[in-house]
């Protein structure tokens, strides 16, 4: 069971990096055209394009703050919806495809690194 574990954290991990390579490549393409049409002046989407730029760790910080948009945004509680507001124009319409090549991404990384975590607590419970 250890030996089984041990290589589903292993794999989690190495598909891990696959979406980092969208992320910093063709997804980015869509995270700057997001930012583009939602930032407004002197909200979070905004600050963080002008502070991250465009290097690699840049464009992990702003695909995650693009990514938190999304999610906010779709969620309809009001909270949720302050939360938008706060890092962009909730209201201005996307197409699925670009919000598709933002969330995918990221979904499949936070995966990977959930499912490494959890077999690794496993792991450490059994012995």
């Known amino acids: 069971m250890i030996y089984t574990l041990a290589h589903i954290g292993y794999l989690s991990l190495f598909i891990g990096f696959m979406p980092l390579l969208v992320i910093f490549t063709f997804g980015f393409r869509y995270t700057v055209l997001i930012e583009a049409r939602v930032a407004t002046e002197r909200r979070g989407i905004s600050t963080a394009r002008n502070i991250w730029q465009g290097k ?5 910080m702003r695909s995650g703050n ?7 945004r779709a969620i309809p509680s009001p909270f949720f919806q302050q939360r938008a507001s706060l890092l962009g124009d909730p209201a201005v319409p996307l197409p699925l495809s670009w919000q598709a090549w933002v969330i995918t991404p990221m979904l499949l990384m936070y995966l990977a690194v959930i499912t490494t975590l959890v077999s690794n607590l496993v792991i450490q419970s059994v012995r």
Do not use: P
Request: aromatic letters at 24%; charged letters at 10%; proline letters at 0%.
């Open 66 to 72: 693009v990514f938190a948009y999304l999610i906010f």
């Open 56 to 60: 690699i760790i840049g464009r992990l």
